[in-house]
């Protein structure tokens, strides 16, 4: 059964969701949220909001929550890499692309990025065009911008 609770942050609210004792999703403002889902606040959920809001408060740097996001090989992959990347660092589209092994494949990670179903914990706010501007993001480009200010200053 899959779980949901909601968390006010300074960045609006966030609900996130745990299936099996894993954090499967996160969802911000008015996303539409699944009609699967019981609202519960779990121990994991308890802790993954705080986990979240400590991030938020420029406290923490990882996160060390058990994540399993649904996807294809190639998204997964993707995401694998993302999470690779350091706070405060940010790499390009291109450079992920390199580091899966598939150089021309930018286009594509981009998509991964956008269909990244735990943004903020898989952090693909820190995968920026190659000429450093920033592009696309699920939450908007002002909260990309604020995740990435953040990291800077922390």
Not at 41 to 48: D, G, N, P
Not at 64 to 71: A, D, K, M, R
Not at 145 to 150: D, P, R, S, V
Request: glycine share 8%; hydrophobic share 35%.
């Amino acid at each position: 059964m899959k779980k949901i609770c909601f968390y006010k942050t300074d960045i609006g609210r966030i609900g996130i969701i745990e299936e099996g004792s894993f954090i499967t999703n996160l969802y911000f403002q008015r996303e539409n949220i699944p009609q699967d889902v019981v609202v519960y606040e779990t121990e994991l959920l308890k802790e993954a909001g705080e986990q979240l809001q400590s991030y938020l408060l420029g406290k923490r740097k990882n996160f060390t929550l058990p994540l399993t996001p649904s996807g294809t090989d190639f998204l997964l992959c993707v995401w694998e890499s993302i999470c690779t990347i350091p706070y405060g660092e940010t790499r390009s589209y291109k450079q992920i692309a390199q580091s899966i092994g598939n150089k021309n494949a930018s286009r594509a990670i981009g998509l991964a990025c956008n269909h990244n179903p735990i943004p903020i914990l898989i952090p693909c706010h820190r995968v920026i065009g190659t000429n450093g501007k920033l592009t696309g993001y699920r939450f908007g480009l002002q909260i990309k911008a604020h995740l990435l200010e953040l990291e800077k200053q922390h």
